[in-house]
């Protein structure tokens, strides 16, 4: 779990950018809302996973998918880059939805852990929304 927290800091320190038009952006992990993901998994079969996320102005762009693989454990997360500009507007409903799909390739037996970004929880610790996909023949 260390080794998370690491990555995570390392992602908000490192990778602010400031692209050519010379508009500043910063970084944020966004809390992902639901996923579309298979009940089981073939060997050797990919498939698509969609993450759903709330985009909450006008100048959140997704940047990146934070993705951490250990033994069959996945960590996943979406990175927003946040354009720091006066006239963001505020998004809600179905203007605020967003989604981002990836494709999974299966290469091991047994069962794969997901771990989905959702935010931090009172005591500041990472919550995290947890599937289990069996990889059946």
Known sequence: MKKIIALFAIVFLFNACTPDEGNSYSLKLMPIESVDIPTEFTLGQTYPITVHY????????????FYDKHLNIRT????????QQNNCVDLTGADAEASYTFNFYVTNNGSYIFKFYQGKNPNGENVFLEYEVPVVN
Do not use: D, R, S
């Open 76 to 83: 996943v997360a979406v990175e927003c880059a946040i354009e």
């Open 54 to 65: 709330i985009k909450p102005t006008t100048c959140h762009f997704f940047n990146q998918l």
